[in-house]
Nanobody, 127 residues
Framework: QVQLVESGGGWVQAGGSLRLSCAAS????????MAWFRQAPGKEREFVAA????????YYADGVKGRFTISRDSAENTVYLQMNSLKPEDTAVYYC????????????????????WGQGTQVTVSS
């Protein structure tokens, strides 16, 4: 199993920036991909960004393209989400997720793709 711990959430005004971190521990050598999802109050958890661990393959949700950047520090087993030009609609709890499966019938953009999840970090963007 992979343990995931998110950090870096907080409060920011619209137009500001935050960088989220997700530190992985445990079976990190088996990680195939990691992703960020978010869940706003009363809404379903939705995909934000994903990165294949050992390749350049990256995906973004349409609503964050050009504003958010996912990256990995392999030495630290940490994945980051740099969030710029934040909007009030970005307010949510942000979750980090990981999968060890090369394929499991789900796309990298699907919650079902990932078997390990962090506890989440709150991001609040005020207008």
């Amino acid at each position: 199993q992979v343990q995931l711990v998110e950090s870096g959430g907080g409060w920011v005004q619209a137009g500001g920036s935050l960088r989220l971190s997700c530190a992985a521990s445990g079976r990190t050598a088996s990680i195939y991909a990691m992703a960020w999802f978010r869940q706003a109050p009363g809404k379903e958890r939705e995909f934000v960004a994903a990165k294949r661990w050992s390749s350049s393959t990256i995906y973004y949700a349409d609503g964050v393209k050009g504003r958010f950047t996912i990256s990995r520090d392999s030495a630290e087993n940490t994945v980051y989400l740099q969030m710029n030009s934040l909007k009030p609609e970005d307010t949510a709890v942000y979750y980090c997720a990981a999968t060890k499966a090369v394929r499991n019938g789900f796309s990298d953009l699907s919650r079902g793709r990932y078997e390990d999840w962090g506890q989440g970090t709150q991001v609040t963007v005020s207008s």
